[in-house]
Structures are given as C-alpha cells and as structure tokens.
C-alpha cells in the first residue's frame, strides 16, 4: 500500500461501515478524497467532523471564497506546511485569480502589491496570528477592525486563520504526502505548472459556489457551548470570545462539533495536560488558567507539566512525557517532526490511533487558543 503519512490509513477502496459510510459523503463533494482527509480513516467520526467544519468555514459565509484561499495560503506559508499550501493554490487559482498573482501571493504574502487595504488587513492578521499567537496585540486587533467592521465577516476571518492555525500543524506533524508526484515538485516551474493544471480540472469538476449547510440555532448552539465546557469539562466559564460566534451559526455548529470529538478521544487527564501545553505556548489565558484549574485540584502542578514538555525530569510516566514534549513541537515547530518521533510514541504503547488522536487534539487546541487570541479582545471592544 501506499504510504500517505507516518501514521498507517485506510485508502476509500478498503473501507467498510461507517468509515465507507464518510468517503462515500467526501466523494459526493469532491472527485478525489485528499491525502488530508484519508489520513484520519483511522477514526471515522473525527474525519467527518474535519470534513464538515471545512464545508462550514470555506463554503459559507460573506467573505469572499478567494479571499478564504488567500487566507489559506498565507497561513500554511507561514506555518511551513507545504502540503496545504499547495493544496489551496489549486483552489485559488481555481477562482479564476491570475497565475501571477497568485504565485505572488505565495512569496510576498500580506505583502503582494496587488492586494487591496482590507484583503491585506486580514492576511496581516493571518500571518500575525500564525507566526506567534503571543505577539498579536491591541493594535493588531484595532487594524482588522477597522478594515473589517462587521462582526460576521470578522469571525469568518479568523475562524479561516485559527482552523488552519490546527490543520497545517496535523499535517506537518503526521507527514502527510503531497498530491501531486514528488519529481514535479523539484522544480518550482513544473510544479506551478502541475498546480495550474489540477486547478484547470477542479474548476470544471468542483462547484466552488456557497453551499446550504444545517446548523443549530444561535440559542442551541449556546446551550451546547454551555453544557459543553461547564457541565462536562467542570470548567467555571464558557471561552469569552465565543458570543461572536452567534452571527456564523454554520461555523459556530461546527466549532461545537470539532470540540465535541476532541474531548472524547484521549484520557481527561492527558486532555488537560495537552491543552495547557499549548495554551502556555499560544498565551490563551482562559485555557491556561481552566486546564491549570482542573489539574490542580486532582493533585498535578501545573508548572511540573510545562517543564516536562519543555524535557524536565517529571513524575509522569515515560509516554505521558513523550506526549507533551510532541504537542510542543506540534505547536513550535510542526514542520520538523520525522517519522522518528511516530516510532518513539509507538515505542512507548501508542497505536497508530492514538497517535492520530494526540496529533488532533493538539491541533484544535492550537486553532482555538489562536480564535480566543482575537475574539476575545474584538467581544471587549464591542462591549465597550
């Protein structure tokens, strides 16, 4: 079999159940399941809310679908995941945008001359955001709003931004493979020349206008959110931020969604323990001081768990460690992690699908502390 990731998958044509049951559901929407979707087969349900939250957030909404590749591109550019840089060129330049700007846009990012004030507001913020979630500040904040004045739009935006803040880092870290043959890719003519024309056929066999997608109401969506974060995680609050979230209920139906799988797929204990790894690392107040919370009155300290994802000496057990210090590095440095570091996890007693799960969790909690980054401080200003 072809080996798509360092993880093993399970290609459309070995599938069976429910698994066969979400192929079938990606194939009705696109003509070839992507390597990114394929390597979560080892769990179906985490699959199909990956695939939806896509549809949620690049097929709906006001913001134009060109600026949400734009958006794309310039986020994975900035995180170094090569596989969906190329992925969303061949989305952008389905749109119809010229090949030279394009390719501009790849290499200048927020700073392609021919971009206009409020498309190179948002990249701004994307590259911001991306690079280091700690150093965006209030004028960073201010900038976008001015650009951006209405909330519906604003969330669409960094909702973009903060799910592929999580996706790049999955793919960086589970090595996924690129789509197009590896020889085309030694050189930069041959593979705009590839991407060009897989977006030359993506434009006549993909549908790239919005599309009608379910989702709860505003005030069922804020039941869930409620029920979610307090009753089940016993966090003492919802993440400030959220409320936002109300004028985008398609995007709003998928966060809850993502969050919903997330925090069934690992043990309580090492859920906390990731989340304020990367809460620490991103400088999301809410997710340190909740997930510190909960650790602290099960008896952990919460600064022995940053120090043993930085390489302490720690009283976790030898996999407990192995895990933070590679949620780390999925949030410092996605683009580094070689099969080397999948082999010490399953060295250690992880299977293939546990690896996934940590690599996911890591992942969206990377996408959330970046959407609390700017929501947050944007819900302050409207209050104000």
Same mark, same amino acid.
């Not at 793919?171 to 590896?182: I, Q, T, W």
């Given at each position: 079999?072809?080996?798509?990731?360092?993880?093993?998958?399970?290609?459309?044509?070995?599938?069976?159940?429910?698994?066969?049951?979400?192929?079938?559901?990606?194939?009705?929407?696109?003509?070839r399941?992507?390597?990114?979707?394929?390597?979560?087969?080892?769990?179906?349900?985490?699959?199909?809310?990956?695939?939806?939250?896509?549809?949620?957030?690049?097929?709906?909404?006001?913001?134009?679908?060109?600026?949400?590749?734009?958006?794309?591109i310039?986020?994975s550019?900035?995180?170094?995941?090569?596989?969906c840089?190329?992925?969303?060129?061949?989305?952008?330049?389905?749109?119809?945008?010229?090949?030279?700007?394009?390719?501009?846009?790849?290499?200048?990012l927020?700073?392609?001359?021919?971009?206009?004030?409020?498309?190179?507001?948002?990249?701004?913020?994307?590259?911001?955001?991306?690079?280091?979630?700690?150093?965006?500040?209030?004028?960073?904040?201010a900038?976008f709003?001015?650009?951006?004045?209405?909330?519906?739009?604003?969330?669409?935006?960094?909702s973009?931004?903060?799910?592929? !803040? +999580?996706? *790049?880092? #999955? @793919?960086?870290?589970?090595? %996924? &493979?690129?789509?197009?043959?590896?020889?085309?890719? =030694?050189?930069e003519?041959?593979?705009r !020349? +590839?991407? *060009?024309? #897989? @977006?030359?056929?993506?434009? %006549? &066999?993909?549908?790239?206008?919005?599309k009608?997608? =379910?989702a709860?109401?505003?005030?069922?969506?804020?039941?869930?959110?409620?029920?979610?974060?307090?009753?089940q995680?016993?966090?003492?609050?919802?993440?400030p931020?959220?409320?936002?979230?109300?004028t985008?209920?398609?995007?709003?139906?998928g966060q809850?969604?993502?969050?919903e799988k997330?925090?069934?797929?690992?043990?309580?204990?090492?859920?906390?323990?990731?989340?304020?790894?990367?809460?620490?690392?991103?400088?999301?107040?809410?997710?340190v001081d909740?997930?510190g919370?909960?650790?602290?009155?099960?008896?952990?300290?919460?600064?022995?768990?940053?120090?043993?994802?930085?390489?302490?000496?720690?009283?976790?057990?030898e996999?407990?460690?192995?895990?933070?210090?590679?949620?780390?590095d999925?949030?410092?440095?996605?683009?580094?992690?070689?099969d080397?570091?999948?082999?010490?996890?399953?060295?250690l007693g992880?299977?293939?699908?546990?690896?996934?799960d940590?690599?996911?969790?890591?992942?969206?909690?990377?996408?959330?502390?970046?959407?609390?980054?700017?929501?947050?401080?944007?819900?302050?200003?409207?209050?104000?």
């Open positions: 079999m072809h080996r798509l990731a360092y993880i093993r998958h399970i290609p459309p044509a070995h599938a069976s159940g429910r698994l066969a049951h979400v192929y079938r559901e990606v194939r009705a929407e696109v003509p399941v992507p390597n990114l979707i394929q390597v979560f087969s080892l769990r179906p349900e985490i699959m199909e809310s990956v695939y939806r939250s896509w549809l949620s957030i690049m097929w709906s909404g006001r913001v134009p679908r060109r600026l949400k590749e734009m958006l794309a310039v986020t550019k900035t995180a170094s995941c090569d596989y840089a190329d992925a969303h060129m061949v989305f952008l330049l389905a749109t119809g945008l010229e090949r030279s700007r394009a390719f501009e846009l790849e290499s200048k927020h700073e392609a001359e021919w971009l206009d004030e409020r498309e190179r507001a948002a990249l701004a913020l994307a590259v911001r955001l991306s690079k280091n979630a700690r150093a965006v500040g209030p004028e960073d904040i900038a709003a001015e650009a951006w004045p209405q909330c519906e739009e604003r969330t669409e935006i960094v973009v931004i903060s799910a592929f !803040g +999580a996706i *790049t880092r #999955m @793919a960086n870290a589970l090595g %996924v &493979s690129f789509e197009m043959p590896s020889p085309l890719r =030694r050189f003519t041959a593979r !020349g +590839a991407l *060009t024309l #897989m @977006a030359r056929l993506m434009a %006549v &066999s993909l549908d790239l206008s919005e009608p997608l =379910r709860r109401a505003p005030e069922d969506n804020n039941a869930a959110l409620e029920r979610l974060f307090t009753s995680l016993g966090f003492s609050c919802v993440p931020g959220f409320s936002a979230l109300e985008c209920p398609e995007i709003f139906d809850l969604a993502t969050i997330m925090m069934c797929v690992m043990p309580r204990d090492r859920w906390m323990r990731v989340g304020l790894v990367v809460a620490k690392l991103n400088g999301c107040k809410y997710f909740q997930c919370r909960w650790l602290s009155q099960r008896g952990a300290d919460p600064a022995a768990v940053i120090a043993a994802s930085e390489g302490a000496n720690s009283v976790l057990p996999l407990e460690d192995a895990c933070l210090r590679f949620t780390r999925l949030t410092l440095h996605s683009h580094t992690i070689r080397d570091r999948i082999r010490e996890l399953r060295s992880l299977s293939d699908g546990a690896i996934l940590l690599a996911y969790v890591s992942g969206v909690f990377n996408g959330l502390a970046r959407l609390l980054t700017v929501l947050t401080p944007l819900e302050e200003r409207v209050a104000a």
